[in-house]
């Protein structure tokens, strides 16, 4: 039953993450988007948020569980890491590897999502997850040399 919630959950999230890479705009605008509706379907659903918890303790002790929250992983971070290898592709971010930044928004917004389940007025995980991401995303854009001007 938490399987079959948790499922149309990752379902919604894959195809938000799909239609993400078909959309226009900028990586970083795109992703900034899809952000924004991932924190607002959380908050929708807030009171179950703490379910996809217990199945993520679950995945701890179920090796069955443990591969459906790995697959589930793999496809969002199969995702991320195509969008980040296009903001790679088009100089909007530096050389860097898209699995490892895939890994990294990933690991921020279920961070985030843990904190915000266990603590909502300390986490304000619509202001948080965007602004979070930003900061990632700076972080990724390409160094521009240095307008000194030497005497």
Do not use: C, N, Q
Not at 67 to 84: G, T
Not at 87 to 104: L, M
């Amino acid at each position: 039953r938490i399987g079959s919630l948790l499922g149309r959950r990752v379902d919604l999230e894959l195809r938000r993450l799909k239609a993400t890479r078909r959309s226009e705009g900028t990586v970083s605008d795109r992703l900034l988007r899809f952000v924004h509706d991932y924190t607002e379907e959380l908050e929708r659903v807030g009171p179950l948020a703490p379910i996809v918890i217990e199945f993520y303790a679950r995945a701890t002790r179920h090796r069955t569980v443990r591969e459906v929250v790995r697959r589930y992983f793999e496809s969002f971070r199969s995702e991320l890491a195509a969008l980040v290898a296009e903001g790679v592709g088009s100089g909007e971010f530096r050389e860097v590897d898209p699995d490892v930044v895939a890994v990294s928004i990933s690991g921020l917004l279920e961070g985030l999502a843990l904190l915000w389940v266990l603590d909502r007025e300390r986490v304000p995980i619509s202001d948080l997850a965007p602004s979070s991401l930003d900061m990632l995303l700076r972080g990724l854009r390409p160094e521009t040399p240095s307008t000194e001007v030497t005497p």
